[in-house]
């Protein structure tokens, strides 16, 4: 069973390509489930000033869980 992913949610890569990936984690910014292909907008959790946004498909990020 998967976890609907919201706004505000952390989440993680689904299948990272390496063990930095692997310790990332974002907060969900915007969620488009009403779309072709469903993305998501998602900030880097980090202590950067500007922090990084990228926009990625719901199936290539997942709930993190503590």
């Keep these: 069973m998967t976890t609907q992913i919201e706004i505000n949610d952390v989440v993680k ?3 990272p ?3 930095e990936e692997r310790k990332f984690r974002f907060r969900g910014l915007e969620i ?3 779309v072709e ?3 998501a907008h998602i900030q ?3 202590d950067m000033r500007i922090k990084p ?3 990625v498909a ?3 990020i997942e709930a993190a869980v503590p």
């Design 58 to 60: 719901l199936n290539e």
């Design 13 to 15: 890569y689904s299948r």
């Design 53 to 55: 946004v990228e926009v």
């Design 44 to 46: 880097l959790i980090c």
């Design 37 to 39: 292909n469903p993305r």
């Design 32 to 34: 488009h489930r009403d």
């Design 17 to 19: 390509q390496n063990d």
